[in-house]
């Protein structure tokens, strides 16, 4: 007896048709293409996670030196006394202070100047 796996081959490309939805011009409906970029769609997915990290760093770096500026102290300085006064807290929990909770912000400042 034959094994037919007209039915398995057909929803493979149903997966891969669907998985490029909203994809622009061919490579959302001609298989070749459509396999083609979900490579390249894996790849920038890959890289883009770690980009998340930096860029999400970035950001609590400019709000922290924003929020300290308005305290008169400089984001590079308050990094350096935070670790001499040995305050273990990081940049993302710094930087929800200083947006969330400004009377909180103001006591670590004054605590670290």
């Not at 979900?38 to 990290?53: E, N, T, V």
């Amino acid at each position: 007896m034959r094994v037919k796996r007209g039915v398995v081959a057909h929803k493979k490309r149903e997966a891969r048709l669907k998985a490029t939805k909203g994809f622009r011009w061919g490579r959302k409906s001609k298989e070749r293409s459509a396999k083609e970029a979900l490579l390249h769609a894996g790849r920038h997915a890959f890289a883009g996670r770690k980009q998340k990290k930096r860029d999400y760093r970035t950001l609590w770096n400019v709000k922290l030196n924003a929020a300290l500026r308005e305290n008169g102290l400089k984001y590079s300085a308050f990094i350096a006394k935070l670790k001499k006064e040995q305050i273990k807290l990081d940049r993302k929990t710094l930087a929800s202070l200083a947006e969330n909770h400004p009377e909180a912000w103001k006591k670590l400042v004054e605590e670290v100047k």
